[in-house]
């Protein structure tokens, strides 16, 4: 287990969280395509603090790794500043879409009021369920729950949650054999 960013962790969990995004969204009635890039491109900050601040980001990502820690904040003591605040600003200077970058800004902060706030609360429980399915970027970080309002705010019961569940280990399934396919 190195000091810094697993790539191959982090493909699997950026392109699971999108499949798993994608198929949320056609449940709960929004457009598709949009919560697939928003689930993407939700951890885009943390290529760009492994590659350009490694020697600041490699002890916040070992700091992540003790229970109960949150990564946000291992981020934030070690650095200033978060994945989802460096996301968000390249998402801006990309002239990504605001529903992508409300994705990427907000997808650990769900409650917060943005104008797209369901991509972003589907794009968060991808991001959970992708982590309980144990494609996480960084091993022994991703235990944390769907935010109930979201829950709530999406329709998301103990029935349906099972039901999620089913569909997303499916989904990240598929997200394997398009990984596959990438390296052939």
Known sequence: MGAGLDMGAFWKHAVGTAFIARGLAKWVQIEDESAYLGGLLHDVGKVVLNQHFSS???PALIDARRPGRWFEDAERDALGLSHTDVGGH???SWKLPENIQDAILYHHEPWRPCRYDRVVCVVHVADVLC???GYTTVEGTGAVDIDPLVAKRLSIGPKSLLRLVATAKEDVAASESFLAA???
């Open 56 to 58: 600041y980001y490699a």
């Open 90 to 92: 390249l998402a801006v």
């Open 131 to 133: 982590n309980r399915l």
């Open 182 to 184: 990438l390296k052939a």
